[in-house]
């Protein structure tokens, strides 16, 4: 979509509440025509936005039906990589203003007891945001070790992690951070009395002290923390689809809009290769049309059982990816 459309809706419809008459009274005459069908301003600028990701699908079936080699596929190819290009450059300028917006919004709320750096930067986005449960262990009379907890917001950014204790007023006191490339999570099989389940390991190899600090964290559910753990992993090396053949794979049933920042949008029919799945309904996995990767819940999709159908699912994306990569080359 593109960026100022929410803003230019606003201002299409401002007269309305204005004292120009004249504006009023021709839009209202244009929406109740019967050839617009009852249909605002607002549907017909936003439909041809809607209607892009629909025109990708179709191309993409197109070029799963052309000879290899052909130049109908090279055609197919060169649509659908020109319409790729103009989503994502659509995708991106939306996501440019929001990711700008959340930061000037966290500086607002985030205050620093170390040393303090400058948040909002354009090549800074948030990836990830909760509040955790930190475990510590001290020492107490007789020797034995007590277990303390206290409350830890994390913000994880693409360069960087902070660690702050909540305040009131949804405010925070950065207390530590770190680069991302200086942080490191990995699963905990340490075994706790009590309702200490769901644990993982924060690491940070340099932090504001220069020295490296561990933490103990828990979450309240499987997939929070397998979600932690993910996000704060380094990124992934490009899979080959044809030695996925094991990987579970799961189809769209009902589309899915996306709540938190490491969430995977759905659109009905979209298929999924699942590279996790966590005991309360959720899985993380790669869309086979584009390679996005993020989190979704189980009940919107459905399991693909049909191994025939896997493999075949599998070769069509490498073959779309293959004559891709065969066109940018030729482009450079």
Not at 141 to 164: A, M, Q
Not at 197 to 211: D, E, I, S
Not at 287 to 292: F, I, N, V
């Amino acid at each position: 979509m593109c960026p100022g459309l929410p803003r230019s809706l606003t201002a299409a419809r401002r007269p309305h509440r204005s004292t120009n008459s004249s504006f009023r009274d021709v839009l209202e005459k244009l929406e109740s025509d019967p050839v617009c069908q009852r249909l605002s301003l607002k549907s017909f600028l936003i439909l041809p936005f809607q209607r892009i990701t629909r025109l990708k699908l179709l191309l993409q079936n197109i070029l799963k039906r052309t000879q290899p080699g052909s130049s109908e596929e090279a055609e197919a190819t060169k649509a659908h990589h020109a319409l790729e290009e103009l989503i994502r450059d659509c995708n991106n300028n939306v996501q440019r203003m929001r990711r700008t917006e959340e930061l000037i919004y966290l500086s607002q709320k985030i205050e620093f007891e170390c040393k303090i750096f400058p948040l909002i930067s354009q090549s800074r986005w948030l990836v990830k945001s909760g509040e955790l449960t930190a475990l510590e262990f001290s020492a107490s009379p007789g020797l034995r070790r007590k277990l303390n907890t206290r409350p830890v917001h994390l913000h994880l950014f693409n360069d960087c992690l902070l660690l702050s204790r909540p305040r009131e007023g949804s405010r925070f006191l950065v207390f530590d951070h770190a680069p991302f490339s200086s942080v490191r999570g990995e699963k905990c099989e340490m075994k706790l009395h009590g309702p200490h389940k769901n644990l993982f390991r924060l690491f940070l190899l340099h932090n504001t002290q220069g020295t490296q600090a561990e933490f103990l964290f828990r979450t309240e559910t499987q997939s929070e923390k397998l979600r932690w753990i993910s996000a704060l992993a380094m990124p992934r090396e490009e899979l080959d689809l044809l030695e996925c053949r094991d990987s579970p794979q799961v189809q769209c049933l009902r589309a899915y809009k996306p709540r938190e920042n490491d969430e995977l949008a759905l659109e009905k029919a979209d298929v999924v290769m699942v590279t996790q799945q966590s005991s309360d309904g959720w899985l993380e996995g790669m869309r086979l049309s584009d390679g996005e990767r993020g989190w979704f819940p189980v009940q919107q999709v459905e399991f693909i059982s049909n191994a025939e159908v896997r493999a075949q699912n599998l070769k069509e994306a490498q073959r779309v990816k293959t004559a891709k990569l065969q066109l940018v080359q030729q482009q450079t």
